[in-house]
């Protein structure tokens, strides 16, 4: 379905970087929803550049709801979401339109739009769309949050930098919504950042690992075969620009492991079944089992540098070297983490829709 | 969809691990394309388990076609294919009806089925379901094959011990189909399989990486965002059983690159545009751009050991103590290959016929 | 998704006149929803030909479920029906393979098939394969009845003979659903019968409509606008062959009433709002409201008739004139009564699955 | 998928009758085709009501394309579509929010939305939200004009008085697609404004039957089960608000007809297969044969009206008379047939898309 994901709660995104709105409809999200425009605003503000690690392109994200909420509660029918961009200087990017930038989706734009495409600023390929994901997302996270269920994410790593892991739950995802460039150990937060300025000051880039933690999901979501909950999970978290990788639980990690260091020890607690580990990462069969899910991504260096890198011109079909000019940001995984958060969001209340019913999130 | 997946190209998958048949239909493949029953053999035969580091389980997969094929063609109309279960011993499995296998879905298929799963042998969680995946793609990577398209995979980790990287890909792939224990080098294969029975000569078991190329696919296929060809194709990729995570290209370990290495350069040779480096494993912005696509999955350790385990009875609510007795693969990672073979053939058929239409395939 | 229907509970069907087995997946019912063997049997033995106003092929439909099913309770996964095909003659369609029978899709499976369709027997495209969709609309709708919803059809008209309206609905449907030529009035279905025979003694065909009723739907299914109840409702009853009008409550008769006669007058019975009249047929703005769901279906007369009829040989592009021989049906109308019921049947436990959770029908 | 129709051209509306703004977003739109702003504005203006025989709320319609356009041209990425609300009287409707008027979705909205609904001029039921299907449909029947396929409507009846059958079909379509009111016989146009404007004298309203024809349409488009190109058709046309009833070709009166009546000859001229009669509305088996596809939808009478009506307060669960204030249409017919037009232009492009792929409408 191309820009529309979900089958109870679908979400659809449209806009372009210098179009005069991006935005998103997010369909079915049952009645009776609190929309928390401070919450929304709070998330907006987490993804935006912050001018000195990002770029100085300044995004006001002044959203507005233009269907679907009366009284700052849903009405069950589609919530549309309108972000209009500012401070748009197109003309920085006129040298782009036939060079493609490398690891930019310039010459696959190309291949599928045979020149039509928008490319002005990446156009509908533009980091900027996320916008309109978070904003749509932070209604799904908040909605989720009534239901006590809670999603955090940190920069796992950066620059080769590594933050600690997840300890307190609940806690560490209270404190990451809080900050702008989300880590646990800040002592690492400030190594990150200036590793990040490092390669920034010699017109460079670095990539990261965005790790997120679900806190409540009920058990028994998700299906066996095509529908696993990882299957929707990364199908959603694949469509966040940079994203090369996805795993849950022990991940990667688990495949150098023996079963018997693997497997999940099981226990009960009051009238509850857990796990000792959670290597599987709240997932067994596709299904959720009642422990936290969490997951990483791996975020690819923003391709966008200021040094000279070889290229063609799929115009004239010629090679070229480009030193691209204009706003970028030496990182973006800081920011990826909130996008990371309200993209989960999304998908997690459609499969709670799809399991429970459209009303249970009511 | 839960047991169906695509939109053009759809497949359907069923059955239980101790049931009359499992199978799977596949619907929506141009007429005219060629079915190769031997094809479709061999890889059932790459995927069996060979008795000697895989569970002595005898699996004969005497497939048949039921419809959609006449004089070894497909007329258009869904294609159903049936495989017998044989040699199957109910018996050994009736402790593990209430008392989860840890790191198993017992638990969540409690969860979720509420005590009418099916539970013998997996039911329909069974490895064993991937059969049927396996004789669809067959059908399915044939088909690809006549379009140019070719697609294989290799053990790149087992136990800790890695495989050589890609060289020749065309080379290295046809090699691969043809192998029962899919390595580049033979004696990083040997080594592999050592450690294998090592840990089955102590009740253990190991995981791994499988590693795919895909050589041959058109320019332009795949989405901006939500049906990003990565999203499409780990979205399939998550519904084999044991993956738990997939990555592109040079996938974490773009992470802890610099844009200035990250970014592929891009080149033209004759008429087409290349790239000299390949981090992106083939997709750009979501989109095919013409280099080989490249993916991983980490395979989990099979969760089945013969040794103590502390787990719970979920009818009783009490704790366990789970020794298991049956038939069980040391590892399953030489045996998923041929299923990410599969798995991978099926997606891009769909994505194909999206793009291009459904006769494409013929 | 072409051979699959629903979203939550999806059916796909398979399978050709003349191939080994025709059958059906049934994807993502309830677990511990019972199957009652005997009820399926029964209506595949009303939707049977019955020799003398039907087709003399004998169709045994001895069905086997070879998934998703212990101990006649669904496990929650999916459901798998196969019906052996008997006694083909294939011969007598031989010369059908180039030569289009007006009316039947010979020519349109050409046009999109190209010559590779399956056309002994009308392949894909027999009302045989409808064996498949009642089977698996049997298992749905007996699992309807046990939450109170009863779905009953009876043939409204037939030759221009026309049959009593509903009036006990509950009674009615009971009646209904006993009967292999289920009109509500036998005076009338003796008329229709004789009309029938009168028809074939001249080698000539009738048609009818068939008029379904639904009691004890919840209220408040179904969605406002692409998903309207009766959007979902007349996709699926559109793919029943010979199906060329759908229309619900007054129907077509209702773009003759004013809205003062329109209007069903709403009132209050006990704490349930009823409507005094019912020429919405149950549905207001795409949703329920709780008053019984009617509507009917235009059955076009079987195609096949024992009269010359101009033609074209799709081969050699010649015009032809056509005297069909074989075993055919004089009228489908009653038996098509029964494949409404299944296909109601399917997607009502669809859209009740999608509004209320996949465990509602349990 | 509730407010998304579509598969490969996915078109999704949004907004309520009181709201800022209703609108549509089009994905899947192939790139390069030609957005004609006169062409959508045209067609915006025949649905809006004329404030004779429609209600007099001013509708300017000054519709904005806020993404997926360049230059006029469609870039393949998401086209939304925005129309800003004007000329709201909501205190018009304050009686209604908790009284249902008869035959409105008042009701069943109060069930799906618990009382959440936005209840001001219909909401989301409104037929206001059809200005945004129309616009959204102006751009794919545009499109498909380009491609030699013409779509056009008239009102086939209304209050009783029928028009004249179609005859020279592109000549038809042609006039049609300029008319207010579409008529192919302006005396019967004439009777049926007069009978309009009789009810609406008596504060009544009438309804009818608009037909549509599409010429051009390829071969072997559709499918034979499921999707069979009138059940993808009557999904959407069911999603019109007042249809209650949509039949191909000959309709509900083949039912009527013997096999050796209704059956199509077939005949050749030049290179084309073609048929004699089109009782079939040019679909066999689901697909298309080549000949015009031909239906009429049954559009119930507007259901607001002047006069008296028994219903019930749905809050106090009292029974209540209505007599409704307001500005409404006596008659909606004649808008309706623009909304069909729009309709089956969506639902055609996406049938198109999926059969020959994404590029196909370029």
């Not at 991006?22 to 609190?34: E, H, Y």
């Not at 690891?103 to 190309?110: G, I, L």
């Not at 226990?267 to 069969?285: E, K, L, S």
């Amino acid at each position: 379905m191309k820009n529309t994901f979900g089958n109870s709660v679908a979400v659809t995104i449209f806009g372009e970087s210098h179009g005069e709105y991006i935005g998103a409809v997010i369909d079915g999200l049952a009645p009776g929803i609190k929309v928390d425009r401070e919450y929304i605003a709070h998330m907006l503000t987490l993804r935006r550049p912050d001018g000195k690690i990002s770029t100085p392109r300044k995004e006001k994200d002044e959203f507005k709801i233009i269907s679907g909420v009366v009284e700052d509660t849903t009405t069950g029918t589609p919530v549309t979401l309108l972000i209009p961009n500012e401070n748009v200087k197109s003309g920085d990017y006129s040298e782009m339109r036939t060079v493609a930038r490398p690891s930019h989706a310039d010459y696959t734009a190309e291949c599928k739009y045979h020149g039509y495409q928008d490319s002005r600023g990446g156009g509908h390929f533009s980091g900027r769309i996320t916008a309109a994901l978070v904003a749509a997302g932070a209604i799904c996270k908040f909605a989720l949050e009534q239901k006590g269920i809670r999603i955090g994410s940190h920069v796992k790593k950066c620059a080769g930098v590594e933050d600690r892991d997840f300890q307190d739950l609940l806690w560490d995802i209270e404190t990451l919504n809080q900050k702008t460039f989300a880590v646990l150990n800040e002592e690492k937060g400030e190594k990150m950042r200036k590793a990040i300025l490092e390669a920034a000051s010699e017109g460079d880039s670095v990539g990261g690992v965005v790790e997120t933690a679900v806190v409540g999901m009920p058990q028994g979501v998700g299906e066996p075969w095509f529908d696993s909950l990882e299957s929707v999970l990364s199908h959603m978290l694949f469509s966040i620009p940079a994203v090369k990788g996805v795993e849950f639980g022990a991940g990667f990690k688990i495949s150098d492991m023996r079963g018997s260091q693997a497997n999940d020890p099981m226990g009960i607690a009051g009238d509850r079944v857990y796990t000792v580990t959670n290597n599987n990462g709240g997932i067994n069969g596709g299904i959720t089992n009642g422990m936290p899910i969490v997951f990483r991504t791996a975020i690819k260096p923003t391709p966008t540098i200021f040094k000279p890198q070889s290229t063609v011109d799929f115009k004239t079909m010629t090679e070229r070297v480009l030193e691209p000019k204009g706003r970028h940001d030496p990182a973006i995984v800081h920011r990826a983490r909130v996008v990371q958060d309200a993209a989960t969001a999304i998908a997690l209340c459609d499969a709670l829709a799809m399991r429970f019913g459209t009303d249970w999130l009511k």
